[in-house]
């Protein structure tokens, strides 16, 4: 059973655009939504994450928005780059044990 | 962020043969480390969560005679796979946590299991 809810599954961005990622949970007890980069090949990279008692998080080009009424949260890309093509991974965990994940979306930014 | 690696990145072995994977965690205290499992264009499966000093506690499905891990110190844990078959070829990874710091989780770059 998919705990953690991902959309879309892939994702076409023209370069200097806005990548939105969307996921959605079910358990009201995870406590910690981290979203990962990985590129082929590679393990998953944490991009940025955030707490429950917090609606959004900035880091650079990267936000996270979190709406806990509505058990959802997204991920936003601002000024796309060719180099953020690869696939994004929103998670979920409770107290920091194992991470349940979505099933992820393919970024692709074009030039 | 942490640094977590793994060894070998990738390997090739006979059917039949058994396959030790390890990862370290190089510039913290890993209190939890975690076992992956990746298939190609899919998410990450979850195959077990191992404690420093403890035994590991395996998802349902995964064979735990089969998949033999030991979380030793609070820097390594290893997976070995043991009487590997073609079905077993995978991507795996694992990831490394200090849970009593935060719950911040990093990834090792992972291994490329190949069994002919």
């Known amino acids: 059973q998919q705990q953690v809810k991902q959309s879309p599954q892939s994702l076409i961005v023209q370069k200097g655009g806005i990548s939105i990622i969307n996921c959605a949970y079910e358990?009201?007890?995870?406590?910690?939504f981290p979203w990962y980069q990985q590129f082929p090949g590679k393990g998953p990279a944490l991009l940025i994450a955030?707490?429950?008692?917090?609606s959004e998080k900035k880091e650079g080009r990267f936000t996270i928005s979190f709406n806990k009424s509505a058990k959802q949260f997204s991920l936003h890309i601002m000024d796309s780059q060719p180099g953020d093509s690869a696939t994004y991974f929103c998670?979920?965990?409770?107290?920091?044990?194992?991470?349940?994940f979505g099933k992820g979306t393919s970024l692709l930014v074009t030039p | 962020g942490a640094v977590v690696s793994q060894h070998p990145s990738w390997v090739i072995c006979k059917s039949g043969t058994s396959v030790k994977i390890e990862c370290r965690s190089l510039?913290?205290?890993?209190?939890?480390m975690f076992w992956y499992r990746q298939f190609p264009k899919q998410s990450l499966m979850l195959m077990a969560t191992?404690?420093?000093?403890?035994?590991?506690?395996?998802e349902q499905g995964v064979e735990k005679d089969k998949f033999l891990i030991n979380h030793a110190s609070l820097t390594l844990s290893t997976l070995t796979v043991t009487s590997a078959h073609p079905e077993d070829s995978s991507f795996y990874i694992c990831?490394?946590?200090?849970?009593?710091?935060?719950?911040?989780?990093?990834f090792g770059p992972g291994t490329r299991l190949t069994v002919t």
């Open positions: 998670a979920a965990s409770i107290g920091g044990y194992a991470l349940n």
């Open positions: 191992s404690n420093e000093g403890s035994k590991a506690t395996y």
């Open positions: 510039d913290f205290q890993a209190t939890t």
């Open positions: 990831s490394a946590t200090d849970r009593v710091a935060s719950y911040e989780q990093y």
């Open positions: 358990n009201t007890a995870f406590d910690y």
């Open positions: 955030i707490r429950p008692d917090v």
